[in-house]
Antibody, heavy 121, light 111 residues
Framework: EAQLVESGGGLVQPGGSLRLSCAAS????????MHWVRQVPGKGLVWVSR????????DYADSVRGRFTISRDNAKNTLYLQMNSLRVEDTAVYYC??????????????WGQGTLVTVSS | QSALTQPASVSGSPGQSITISCTGS?????????VSWFQQHPGKAPKFIIY???ARPSGVSSRFSGSKSGNTASLTISGLQADDEADYYC???????????FGGGTKLTVL
């Protein structure tokens, strides 16, 4: 059974940085695109970023492009999200999710439990 | 990239059927058969219930079905049950500035 476990969330001041991790197990991590999706408590899902299975291609939402960097270590079965220049509006629960194999893939059936990032002074 | 448009809320009685719409454009919903639907209960991660407009992942009840007409996709839940009360989100692949867009979400209340 596939499992995704996020970590690294917490309280950070505006302008600060944080790195989220997502440890994957139960499936061949290196075969799949991976995504980050965030959700302000009480609000809707918002797609953040995705990375190709071999790490060669990454896409970002307009709101985070230039500030966030997605990466992966297939040897460690781990996905990362480096978040810099954090803003109050980045406060949310961040989920990692498995994608598919094609370039048209989206988040699919396997999601983590989420990690809360709070940006506040 | 603007979010896909969903109704804020829908409701139905046990045993009834309801339909949730998800409206986009020719750049997303109308242009590709890559619409997914998720169910989310409070405090839980989203659950994948429909992909590629009409397909159901293994283990998802046949009471959930998807369809699409033009730029609007729809999720129909038949034989409503109390446990169906949740938030529902659509998503689509898009050729816009970002490759994935979600809908704003619909709260389903089972009366």
């Amino acid at each position: 059974e596939a499992q995704l476990v996020e970590s690294g969330g917490g309280l950070v001041q505006p302008g600060g940085s944080l790195r989220l991790s997502c440890a994957a197990s139960g499936f061949t991590f290196s075969d799949y695109w991976m995504h980050w999706v965030r959700q302000v408590p009480g609000k809707g899902l918002v797609w953040v970023s995705r990375i190709k299975n071999d790490g060669s291609t990454a896409d970002y939402a307009d709101s985070v492009r230039g500030r966030f960097t997605i990466s992966r270590d297939n040897a460690k079965n781990t996905l990362y999200l480096q978040m810099n220049s954090l803003r109050v509006e980045d406060t949310a629960v961040y989920y990692c999710a498995r994608g598919g194999r094609a370039v048209t893939n989206q988040p699919s059936g396997d999601w983590g439990q989420g990690t809360l990032v709070t940006v506040s002074s | 990239q603007s979010a896909l448009t969903q109704p804020a809320s829908v409701s139905g009685s046990p045993g009834q059927s309801i339909t949730i719409s998800c409206t986009g454009s020719t750049s997303d919903v109308g242009g590709y058969n890559f619409v997914s639907w998720f169910q989310q209960h409070p405090g839980k991660a989203p659950k994948f219930i429909i992909y590629d407009v009409t397909a159901r992942p293994s283990g998802v009840s046949s009471r959930f079905s998807g369809s699409k007409s033009g730029n609007t996709a729809s999720l129909t839940i038949s034989g409503l049950q109390a446990d169906d009360e949740a938030d529902y989100y659509c998503s689509s692949y898009t050729s816009g500035s970002t490759p994935v867009v979600f809908g704003g979400g619909t709260k389903l209340t089972v009366l």
